[in-house]
């Protein structure tokens, strides 16, 4: 069996994500082989190569793939996959963007969200929020996959595959790249932190979020949201934690005027210690909750933000 992970970067680092796909990679079995598909991403391949398990790196280094755009991308892996057993990436929105397209390409279902591998083709994945876990058995000659990172640890680096140049596939000429509005932070990638404080529809405006930044700023936290904070304005959508957000599982997460709907569950039940700060003693996420303060999350945070600059 032979496996390829489609690697997610920066054109200079490797992200997390894509060390853990291949990690999910490795459980598979068999061969695994990392495509590193940018624009002067040489240093990711060479980071790719000392990835444990990894047996070849397909380094395709060319301008086409300089915003990594979905479609030229997908092109490549589709005829890249044809000498493969599975395609793997991780359930981020890159992943979410590529995958799908290359499944189409290949004509084969994809297995979204995986959080266990079983075998090579049985898979479990989370539906209906995370409420019950499905065994899913895949039988696609190509089986094309998406991993739930938190769910996998990051392949440790021992590793020293070979890196192959490959030539860049055709462009379908389908898109092209207009900007990037990315939302620039200092702070930890939420997905990706040790700590997040989240805030809901109780902190009630974009001002009341810079209560929670001086919290973060002393925690060294990343900032996550409810729906219904995003949905107000209060923060940009990129903060979205939740069944349509990001999934995290931090070891503390911080939930400020968030209710606990179903929804917001999904994306950070996963975390080691929850902490509701909420002034509605029954509601769902002061209730399930490791600890709770409940009170005016206007009085608890700047006493709180005190509290930790003293320590
Ligand atoms: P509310 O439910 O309105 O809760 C506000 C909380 O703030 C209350 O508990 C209240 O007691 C508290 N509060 C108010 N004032 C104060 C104060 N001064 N001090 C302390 N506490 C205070 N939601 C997500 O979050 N993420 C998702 O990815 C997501 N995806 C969804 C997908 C679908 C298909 C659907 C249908 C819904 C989805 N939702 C998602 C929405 C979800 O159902 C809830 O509507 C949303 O999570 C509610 O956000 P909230 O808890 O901030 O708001």
């Not at 490797?14 to 060390?19: E, F, M, N, V, Y």
């Not at 994945?125 to 769910?151: F, K």
């Not at 055709?170 to 997040?196: I, Q, Y």
């Not at 990001?246 to 503390?252: D, G, Y």
Request: contains cysteine; proline residues 5%.
């Amino acid at each position: 069996m032979t496996v390829l992970v489609v690697a997610e970067h920066d054109h200079k680092i490797l992200s997390d994500a894509g060390r853990r796909a291949v990690a999910a990679a490795t459980a598979l079995g068999g061969d695994v082989r990392v495509l590193v598909a940018g624009h002067h991403c040489g240093a990711v391949a060479e980071a790719a190569a000392r990835l444990r398990g990894v047996t070849q790196v397909l380094l395709c280094d060319d301008p086409l793939y300089a915003h990594q755009l979905a479609e030229p991308l997908a092109v490549l892996i589709a005829a890249l996959a044809a000498d493969h057993q599975a395609v793997v990436a991780a359930a981020t929105s890159h992943g979410k963007d590529v995958m799908p397209r290359v499944a189409g390409l290949l004509d084969v279902g994809q297995v979204s969200d995986i959080t266990a591998i079983e075998s090579p083709t049985v898979f479990q994945r989370p539906i209906y929020a995370g409420n019950v876990m499905a065994r899913v058995c895949c039988e696609e000659p190509i089986r094309v996959l998406t991993i739930r990172t938190t769910a996998f640890a990051p392949a440790p680096e021992d590793g020293q595959a070979e890196i192959t140049a490959i030539a860049a596939g055709p462009d379908p000429g389908l898109s092209r790249f207009v900007e990037d509005a990315m939302t620039r932070s200092e702070r930890p990638k939420l997905g990706a932190a040790r700590v997040v404080i989240s805030g809901g529809r109780g902190v009630g405006s974009a001002e009341g979020f810079e209560l929670l930044e001086a919290v973060a700023d002393e925690l060294g936290a990343a900032i996550g949201a409810s729906r219904a904070a995003v949905d107000a304005g209060f923060v940009p959508n990129d903060y979205q934690v939740g069944q349509t957000g990001k999934i995290v599982a931090p070891e503390l997460y911080i939930a400020v005027g968030i209710s606990g709907a179903i929804q917001h569950w999904a994306g950070m039940k996963d975390s080691k210690v929850v902490v509701a700060i909420n002034k509605d003693e029954e509601c769902p996420m002061v209730q399930t909750a490791d600890y709770a303060l409940v009170g005016d999350l206007f009085e608890i945070l700047p006493s709180l933000r005190d509290g930790l600059r003293q320590m």
